[in-house]
């Protein structure tokens, strides 16, 4: 079964860390392309953004120009209304509206600022501006030709870039002209405040950072350049221009990259733990599951024994074969040892699973724990003593207070600690049991000069089932319980177990139990602890 477990650990690799590494490798090609593709994609993406933010701006100049300057020709002739008209349609970045009404002499030009006030004593540049401007809607005028009253964008002076439209009378002739000369710097912040508001209405999640002017370049944008695009109404010269706040196309791919591959190497990481705890919860379910078989397979042994020695003695003693009453009282030693050893296998199958189902509950009750000890190891030598068993016991220190304990459970774990130490003595059979009282505690030692316990070990013969599987052990049964019960019991009175040993020269297992004062307080430091 260990064999079979082991194996397919060896399988665990290839079958689950292999086809994981492959996963990631692809998973992290699939990240690299993405990243290039999200590179291009970004810049794409900024670029239809960036196109429509100035389709924007050119449709909100079309409009507010429309609105402003789609005069009837009756509007024309009402001077008192015209200032207000205008002041109620503002067109961004207009320094001053004006209209022309053309006469056969000449024409009547009137001017008014932005707020509605009509302004006198013109200036010169703007009057030659307006002049160039409208030359051939005068033209117009005089042949008397009909025309369509769209909007009409002149910028061949860029000092007055000026949008106007025709008034036309209702034959759709031409009889004047109302237009607005606009503010360069003026209309640059109005534009990049029209294009950045328009920017975070279209796309509220993205910081961009938006530029108007006519210094911007023709650049797609490499890096952390701007991507531009030119205006198509007015400003024709000018472009608006985006870019990210914080990164370029390609940073920005690159920290998404390892964003996705973060995610992806906590994934597998985390995969793997779980892989690596389940195959571990197998693993220790299949030693579990061994050490259960073995303890079945031991404990029948060492039921089967002593039963079948007992039997034939009996048998023996029943057919009157022995008649010596020597032998018989060998046989009859013979049979009560056995029949001893059975009921301290079956006290500890039975301790173990009322330890398990939570059910063992202890008496406590004040003992003179050194003459318990006394008499357990002395009731525990007799029988062995022709077997070549012998045990010395000590005591020293300040005779300890009764103390508080479970009689028979304290017995049973000595009685546990004795045995092993004759089972693993590996022929020399002295061993030594000392009581030993020290202020705030009494240490309980059985010390034999067997076969010793290897370091890696100590720990684990603690464990229910666990056997040490090599060397001499092998020859020597045992159910796996008496030391995870001797555990339990101390712990249950408050103390420890400690263990010392040596390979091939001996071990020595103290049962550390503490010195409660009247009202049960626990005087040992480490208990404290
Ligand atoms: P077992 O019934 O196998 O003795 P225990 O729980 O009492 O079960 O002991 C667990 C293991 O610890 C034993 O199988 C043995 O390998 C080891 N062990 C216990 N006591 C001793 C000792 N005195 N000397 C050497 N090894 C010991």
Redesign the pocket.
């Known amino acids: 079964m260990r064999r079979l477990f082991r194996r397919s650990m060896y399988w665990f690799l290839p079958v689950v860390i292999i086809p994981l590494g492959g996963l990631l490798v692809m998973q992290y090609r699939t990240l690299r392309t993405l990243e290039q593709k999200s590179v291009s994609a970004e810049r794409n993406w900024q670029r239809n953004a960036i196109e429509a933010v100035a389709a924007d701006v050119d449709e909100r100049y079309r409009r507010d120009a429309e609105k402003a300057l789609a005069l009837a020709h009756v509007q024309l002739l009402s001077f008192g209304t015209l200032g207000k008209h205008f002041r109620e349609h503002p067109v961004p970045g207009a320094r001053r509206f004006f209209t022309l009404e053309f006469n056969d002499k000449h024409y009547v030009s009137r001017m008014w600022s932005t707020n509605g006030i009509e302004t006198k004593g013109h200036d010169w540049s703007e009057a030659e501006a307006i002049k160039l401007a409208t030359m051939g809607w005068s033209m117009a005028y005089k042949w008397g030709r009909v025309a369509q009253p769209a909007l009409q964008v002149d910028e061949r002076d860029r000092k007055h870039r000026i949008i106007l439209r025709p008034v036309v009378d209702e034959s759709m002739r031409v009889v004047g002209v109302a237009g607005v000369i606009l503010d360069a710097k003026w209309a640059q912040k109005k534009i990049a405040g029209i294009a950045a508001g328009n920017f975070k209405e279209r796309f509220p999640k993205r910081a961009m950072t938006v530029r108007v002017g006519d210094d911007l370049p023709r650049m797609t944008g490499m890096g952390r350049e701007f991507i531009t695009q030119p205006l198509g109404f007015v400003f024709t010269d000018w472009r608006v221009g985006i870019r990210d706040a914080c990164a370029s196309p390609e940073e920005l791919a690159a920290s998404s990259f390892r964003h996705n591959m973060m995610w992806s190497g906590g994934a597998f990481m985390v995969l793997l733990g779980a892989i690596g705890l389940a195959g571990g919860a197998v693993a220790r379910q299949a030693r579990l599951s061994q050490m259960k078989s073995d303890f079945v397979s031991?404990v029948s042994h060492e039921l089967r024994t002593p039963l079948s020695s007992i039997r034939v003695f009996g048998e023996y003693m029943r057919l009157g074969r022995v008649t010596k009453e020597e032998k018989i009282r060998e046989y009859g030693e013979y049979i009560e040892a056995e029949s001893r050893r059975l009921t301290q296998l079956i006290n500890?199958i039975l301790d173990f699973s009322k330890i398990e189902s939570a059910e063992k509950n202890y008496r406590f009750c004040a003992t003179d724990v050194v003459e318990l000890v006394e008499q357990t190891v002395a009731g525990f030598e007799m029988p062995l003593r022709e077997a070549g068993v012998t045990i010395a016991f000590s005591a020293s220190g300040p005779p300890p207070p009764p103390l508080q304990l479970d009689k028979d459970a304290i017995a049973q774990v000595l009685v546990?600690?004795l045995?092993?130490?004759v089972?693993?003595?590996n022929g020399n059979k002295n061993i030594d049991v000392t009581v030993v009282s020290a202020g705030d505690a009494v240490r309980i030692s059985?010390r034999?000069r067997?076969?010793?316990?290897p370091a890696l070990?100590r720990k684990k013969?603690?464990d229910?089932f666990?056997?040490?599987?090599s060397g001499l052990?092998h020859d020597?049964?045992?159910?796996?319980?008496?030391?995870?019960?001797?555990e339990h019991v101390a712990k249950a009175h408050g103390g420890h177990v400690e263990v010392d040993?040596e390979l091939g020269a001996?071990?020595t297992?103290t049962i550390v139990l503490p010195v409660r004062t009247a009202d049960g307080a626990v005087t040992m430091t480490q208990e404290l602890a």
């Open positions: 031991n500890n546990n600690l045995d092993n130490a089972k693993y003595s059985v034999d067997g076969i010793g316990i070990e013969i603690f229910k666990y056997r040490v599987g052990v020597v049964k045992g159910s796996g319980l008496g030391l995870s019960i001797v040993s001996g071990s297992f």
